[in-house]
């Protein structure tokens, strides 16, 4: 038996207990099954991760940026680094398949997708924010949310990116967080942020933003790439994502 002081999230270490500022925690952070194992490198897993990413980001620059964006969430899953935003005018490129293949490299527990409306929305959910707690990675389908119509389109663009601007951040930081049912507290965040949009102009950005970095996306819907889709199909039905990626 041992005596602690409560629990903390804190993906920067391997123990399950962790001594910070003369206190003992129990460590939240569930280590992925690969964390501690002799990484393996299998040719088929990256040939079909590299033609995957072919597709979905066509621009080579930008994909090898976010392929070193990716590779260091997963060196230092506690670093947020900046959030990415993934731009397609049309649906169905892939986004949702990566988001299920990077579910599978940290682990369901701390991948948490979640809604614009849960996120920015104007109703009585987006005040809470626990979804943040204990996350590694935050993913978003469309940053807009269902009622942005109207005239009131522009305001409400930048009510969002505001809004965003309070929730991403490149650093390690403590935010307030709002529990339903439960009391509201302060914890230490380490959440990355991977949203996606089928709007050009969804969001006001500056083009000094340190916060957000836009990713051009395919203009091909996924259904549309044969080849790719055969190679995916097999991690699909046969060995699931969470074993594969």
Known sequence: RKTVNGYKFLPDSRD?????DGKTFVNLWERPSWWDQEISVDEDVVTVFQTFLEHLIPDERERAWFTMWLAAKTQKAWLPNCGVIL????????????????????????????????????????????????????????????DDVGGAVAWKRREVYEKLKTLVDPRPRSLPIVRKGLPNDHADVFASFLLATNNINALPLSPDDRRIAVVTNTGTPLVERGDVLGMLEPWRTDVGFSEAF
């Open 16 to 20: 399950q207990l962790v001594d910070r």
């Open 87 to 146: 731009v397609a005018e049309r649906q169905g490129t892939g986004r949702g398949t990566l988001f299920d293949m990077l579910t599978g490299v940290f682990g369901r527990r701390h991948v948490k997708n979640v809604s614009a409306m849960q996120m920015f929305g104007g109703g009585g959910q987006s005040q809470y924010t626990d979804w943040i707690e204990q996350s590694l990675l935050v993913t978003c389908d469309e940053v807009l949310t269902g």
